[in-house]
């Protein structure tokens, strides 16, 4: 019995032992860091997610990192709560934070301004505070001499910008101010040797291109886009030697591109798009062994586009639209890599060059409004091109006729764009083999005869627009089955999402996508000469976001059923001669922001809810015996003969009446003014 005793002692001492360890753990985390997260947590106003008060060990909390040095007191070495919805302001406790390495608050909702002090702390390294609503200026000393990763950008930081980082940091090698609102730069950057990265697109910065930059040898990454840099650039930039990629693109840089790209031998992406860049193409540039993205689009250089495909083995992406490059284009066959052309906008003239047949890797072309003629050679070449998925050859070929020519294939095309070429025809059958075809725009173009029944085979098309053109008979119910249209079977997402696309519209306006599958599932077929009924299985097209059949000779009443169409947020039905009443279900149409039937033979009550409410009355007019609600209220108008009887009467108040009294003055003026009622001259 005497053992038992001796072992149970023994097992309670352990017991406490354990317990006593725990309790050390317990207290473990240094309680000058408690005492400054407390006040964080104050100052945040929201509470942080897995901070239990009750504990002392802010080790164990969320997001808190604590160095492994000593069992008691140990100090917190991370603060990362990024993406935690944190609302609220940064208090100046946080500073008691002395040994803090990583202070991550990024992608949260926090505001106000920094305390200066948080600028101070001996030991950070990364500091990460972007994506969030900080305003103020930053302290022209910073004094941070471990930091090595310094990110603020997304933020509302503003003034002038007058950073000294280096005096005291020598390590860092990331800083990245992008998107702020730092106006004039005074960056004295050159003594910050390490630097790797360094982004300060999307900030209004003037002046000229900052030359101490030049001094930092390791630069890989360099983005100054989108602010307000102007004058020349300098060849100085040829001294970054280990530069990867170089975006100085929506700035205001003038003159010619120095020849320097024969010193940058890393330089893999170039971006200076959108400047006023003029004078010709670099020998180095169209030389270059290295790059593999040159985007010098809106710009205006000139002289011959003279690639060197022996030399620019890498290329495969080459956007050189909107300058006044002069054609032919130079031999591409050997770029073996080219994925994305873009060539709008440039005096090419002439038929597509025969070599483009080579371009195999080929995805993405545009020549766009180039003044390319003969679409037939055009279409002939670029079909060799197996890999073809984009294709843009808007304003070109005017008053040619489509190619009929049956054996034309395009097995990868997703995309075909050619509209506002005045090209006439018809539909060729040829377009009904390219069966991955998701896009297809051939409208502004004087193309007729019937639309073929087989536009409604392509499993995968869900952009469909050939309004203006001449086209006449009924719209093909096949339509209203597009696969893609029924069930939300849509996109593909390949491409790099910056390929642009302008859409007109018909009203001078212009849509711009910035990727093309952002377009809208859409069925354009207005200003044609359409016959015959709007199908009722319209109804089916569930994933349809645009619909618009403006400006043709339809005819019947507007189907009930469009009301199944629930992604519906565009409908125009316009100028046609459709008849009977506007189906009240239409109301459940919760996403339809534009609508109009104007001008038809409509008739009866403009249905009341939903939407409707947010129409104008322009959306109405032109339809004799439709009750609107100012022009013409049902209540004084006399009831049209061919309202169904029954059609209850609201009853009128005075205030109302006075309304539509005056309206209806209005309206006769107008009438008088705008040549109904006495026709002009
Ligand atoms: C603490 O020690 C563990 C295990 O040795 C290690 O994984 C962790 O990274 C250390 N933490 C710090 C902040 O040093
Ligand atoms: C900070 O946190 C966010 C969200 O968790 C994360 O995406 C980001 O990479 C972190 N920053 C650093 C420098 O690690
Ligand atoms: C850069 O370093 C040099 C030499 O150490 C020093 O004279 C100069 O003041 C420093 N410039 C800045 C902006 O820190
Ligand atoms: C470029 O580097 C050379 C030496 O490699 C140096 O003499 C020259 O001053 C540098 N240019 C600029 C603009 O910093
Ligand atoms: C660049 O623009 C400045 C004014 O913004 C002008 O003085 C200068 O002549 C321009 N340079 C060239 C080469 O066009
Ligand atoms: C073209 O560049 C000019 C500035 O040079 C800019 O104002 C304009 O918005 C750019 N256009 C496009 C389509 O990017
Ligand atoms: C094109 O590049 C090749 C390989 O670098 C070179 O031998 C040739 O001289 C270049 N051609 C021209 C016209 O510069
Ligand atoms: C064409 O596309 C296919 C599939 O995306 C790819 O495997 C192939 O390498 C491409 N061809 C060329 C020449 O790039
Ligand atoms: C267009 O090109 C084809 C060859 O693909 C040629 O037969 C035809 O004559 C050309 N048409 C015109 C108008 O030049
Ligand atoms: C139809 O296209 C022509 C060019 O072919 C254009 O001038 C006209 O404005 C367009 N009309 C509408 C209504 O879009
Ligand atoms: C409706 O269409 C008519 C004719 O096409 C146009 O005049 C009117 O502005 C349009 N109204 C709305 C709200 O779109």
Known sequence: MGISKVSLAFILLVITFRQRIQGSQEQACNSKDLTALKGFSKCLGSDIGGWNWNSFNCCSWTGITCDNSSFVNKRVVGLELGNKRLA????????????????????????????????RFQNLEVLDLSNNDFVGSLPVVIHLPSIKYFDLSKNHFSSLLSLELCKTSSHIRYINLANNFFGEASLYLENCTSLHYVHLNGNGLSGAFPENLFRLQHLRILHLQENRFSGPLHYGIGNLSNLVELDISSNGFNGSLPDFFGRLRKLDSFSAGSNRL??????????????????????????????????????????LASNNFQGPV??????????????????????????FKNLQALKFLSLAGSGIIN?????????????????????????????????????????????????????????????????LDLSWNSLGGSIPFWLGNFIYLFYLDLSNNSFSGEIPESLTGLESLVHNTVLLKELPADLRLVKSTGHGGRLLYNNIWSFPPTIDLSCNKLT?????????????????????????????????????????LSRNKLSGEIPNSLVHLSFLSKFNVSYNELYGDI??????????????????????????????????????PGKKMKIVDWKFSIGAAIGFVLTVCFCFKSGWVLPKG
């Open 278 to 319: 003029t004078g010709l193409l670099p020998i180095s540039l169209v030389n270059s062994p290295s790059l593999s993205m040159v985007d010098l689009r809106n710009n205006s250089l000139d002289g011959p586009m003279n690639i060197n495909c022996s030399a620019m083995t890498r290329i495969a992406s080459l956007r």
């Open 88 to 119: 609220g302001t940064i208090c100046e406790t946080l500073v008691g934070l002395e040994q803090v390495r990583i202070l991550n608050l990024s992608h949260n909702f926090l505001h106000g301004k920094i305390p200066t002090t948080l600028f």
């Open 330 to 355: 130079s031999d591409l066959s050997s770029c073996q890599s080219l994925r994305n052309l873009d060539l709008a906008r440039n005096k090419l003239g002439g038929e597509v060059p025969f070599h």
């Open 532 to 572: 015959g009924p709007i199908w009722p299985s319209f109804g089916n097209l569930k994933n349809l976001h645009v619909l618009s059949l403006e400006g043709n000779d339809l005819s019947g009443t507007i189907p009930d059923s469009m009301s199944e169409m629930t992604s519906l947020e565009e409908l125009d």
């Open 375 to 439: 679409i037939s050679s055009a279409l002939e070449i670029l079909q060799d091109c197996k890999n073809l998925t984009i294709l843009v050859l808007s304003l070109n070929f005017y008053h040619e006729e489509m190619p009929s020519n049956v054996n034309l294939k395009f097995r990868s095309l997703k995309a075909l764009v050619i509209p506002n070429c005045h090209l006439k025809g018809s539909l060729p059958i040829w377009l009904s083999g390219c069966s991955m075809l998701q896009l």
């Open 607 to 644: 249905p009341s809810g939903g939407q409707f409410t947010t129409f104008p009355e322009s959306s109405f007019e032109g339809n004799e015996a439709l009750c609107t609600r100012m022009l013409r209220p049902c209540q004084i108008e006399q009831v049209p003969p061919l309202v169904t």
